[in-house]
């Protein structure tokens, strides 16, 4: 089943400890992001990665890494947690990158069952 | 730039009856833009696409939504609500062309379907 995979689905942490949350895809999608969900604010982009060894700045990078060694994985890692990044992590992927050229047809995003992470 | 309205957070429905949810969009360019719905627990799954051929888009579950540039405006519809429809619903707008991170999200609205 062709699907976006995310681990854990809950995390409770304390305030600088490390954290992964890990996201793999098995679609052989070329582009993968991070968003977070938070009430109001609908989803904000964390990071994106447009294939292997290539990643980008969303809107909202502070306080988050990534990486992308392996086309289907795409970590998302805080080095020091605080708690106003609390909130609900979702990875997506698509079969190409969100770019339009001619005669190209728009790939959706298929998205994770999301993270929900608390930092106290 | 461009930036993505959701007019209600939340809309309440009775079974059986129409459902309205309203998006309105601001872009510098020839937009892009899709409807995305969120059952809860769950990601998002996309509902349906405007990418520049007909103004009245049909997607799954029967809603559809129509592109009206002079208002820029892309409501979603649907003739009938099911209970199976409450959920939070996005609306998203991108650029024709562009990079990928210019892909923005409303604040979303929550569907209640009454019994």
């Known amino acids: 089943e062709a699907q976006v995979t995310q681990n854990p689905r809950y995390l409770i942490t304390v305030t600088g400890k490390k954290l992964t949350v890990t996201c793999s895809q098995n679609?052989?999608?070329?582009?993968m992001s991070w968003y977070r969900q938070d009430p109001g604010l609908g989803l904000r982009q964390i990071y994106y990665?447009?294939?292997?060894?290539?990643?980008d700045k969303g809107d909202v990078p502070e306080g988050y890494k990534v990486s992308r060694k392996e086309k289907r994985n795409f970590p998302l890692i805080l080095e020091s947690p605080s708690p106003n990044q609390t909130s609900l992590y979702f990875c997506?992927?698509?079969?190409?990158?969100?770019?339009?050229?001619?005669?190209?047809?728009?790939?959706?995003?298929?998205f994770g069952n999301g993270t929900r992470l608390t930092v106290t | 730039a461009q930036s993505v309205t959701q007019l209600d957070s939340h809309v309440s429905v009775s079974e059986g009856t129409p459902v309205l949810l309203r998006c309105n969009y601001s872009s510098s360019y020839s937009p892009s833009l899709f409807w995305y719905v969120q059952h809860p627990n769950k990601g998002l799954q996309l509902l349906l696409k405007y990418t520049s051929a007909a103004t009245l888009v049909k997607g799954i579950n029967g809603f559809e939504a129509e592109f009206k540039k002079s208002e820029t405006s892309f409501h979603l519809t649907k003739p009938s609500a099911h209970m199976s429809d409450a959920a939070e619903y996005f609306c998203?707008?991108?650029?024709?062309?562009?990079?990928?991170?210019?892909?923005?999200f409303g604040s979303g609205t929550q569907l209640t379907v009454l019994p």
């Open positions: 998203v707008v991108s650029p024709r062309s562009g990079s990928a991170r210019q892909l923005t």
């Open positions: 997506a992927s698509s079969a190409t990158p969100l770019e339009f050229r001619a005669g190209f047809s728009y790939s959706p995003l298929h």
């Open positions: 679609m052989n999608h070329e582009y």
């Open positions: 990665s447009m294939n292997v060894e290539v990643t």
